[in-house]
């Protein structure tokens, strides 16, 4: 698929996916002749992890270091690339808790609002 598709199927804008590869963190599987970037299925799935990474607050050289571990196929130690996974969990599982948090506030907030209108 082209640049236009990948950021229609991952609602991500074109500047994102091209800073994305200007970063290292994504890569065309090929280019047309004309110049034009191609991706794979598998940089679409590459790209939701980014995008799934990034609303938890990851920065970009902390996804880079988990898409390392995360595309492993057998490169590391497998007992080191299970600690790394267990740690990533755990971070991932704290920013997730700390955003579910906020969205309550968030919701007192609105419902505080909402009884003034009412009321």
């Known amino acids: 698929m082209h640049i236009g598709q990948l950021a229609e199927r ?20 090929a280019r047309t002749e004309g110049g034009f970037r191609v991706y ?4 679409y799935e590459r790209l939701l992890l980014i995008r799934q990474a990034r609303s938890l607050g990851f920065g970009l050289d902390e996804i880079a270091e988990m898409l390392d571990v995360l595309t492993s196929r057998g490169h590391y130690d497998r007992e080191a690339v299970r600690g790394e996974l267990e740690s990533m969990l755990q971070e991932a599982t704290a920013r997730r808790e700390a955003l579910a948090s906020d969205l309550g506030r ?14």
């Open 10 to 29: 991952t609602a991500l804008s074109l500047r994102t996916i091209r800073h994305y590869d200007s970063v290292g963190l994504l890569h065309p599987s």
């Open 40 to 43: 794979s299925e598998e940089d």
């Open 106 to 119: 968030a919701d007192q907030f609105i419902a505080v609002i909402s009884g003034r209108m009412a009321g």
